[in-house]
């Protein structure tokens, strides 16, 4: 008889602990966030989607040297450059990133030499495709998201090193 009534008193014990506790948290304010109209705050350095940007007169930025490519852990890039008229250097022809396997890690754009950088990591979080193709980003849908990058958060990478030397040209 006294194990039952030990063994009462303790579940009453538990359940009034764990009521107190839902009282203590019902007055707080809430964490939940009412999502589309509420939107979170991202960090400084959050790595959205990658995206290619383009000089103010339209010329693409990146000067096709490969390193991205060479630098990525999940080998996600591919890039075909050929050489210009008119212009030192290459042009990337074709640009393309598998999001299927990226990690998002940031690499491929740290690593880009020009500055303003050539390749950044946007902060766009909305991404959504049907199917394995529509995570394949091409060299316009690239563009694109950088050119709304940079529209929404100024011209990036002259914030970085070398940016001196950027602004001053």
Known sequence: MTALAREIAYGAKSLLQGLWITILHFF???TTLQY???RPVLAPRY???HGLTAAPDGDL??????????VCPDQVITMKAEKREGH???YPVEFEIDLNSCCFCGLCAEVCPTAPKALVL???YEFVASDRAGLVLTREILLENGRLEVEKHGYVGL???????????
């Open 28 to 30: 707080r304010p809430n």
């Open 36 to 38: 589309p109209r509420e």
């Open 47 to 49: 790595r959205g989607l």
């Open 61 to 70: 930025t990146c000067i096709g040297c490969g390193s991205c490519a060479k």
């Open 88 to 90: 030192k250097g290459r």
């Open 122 to 124: 946007t902060k766009e």
């Open 159 to 169: 914030k970085e090193e070398g940016a001196e030397e950027a602004q001053a040209a």
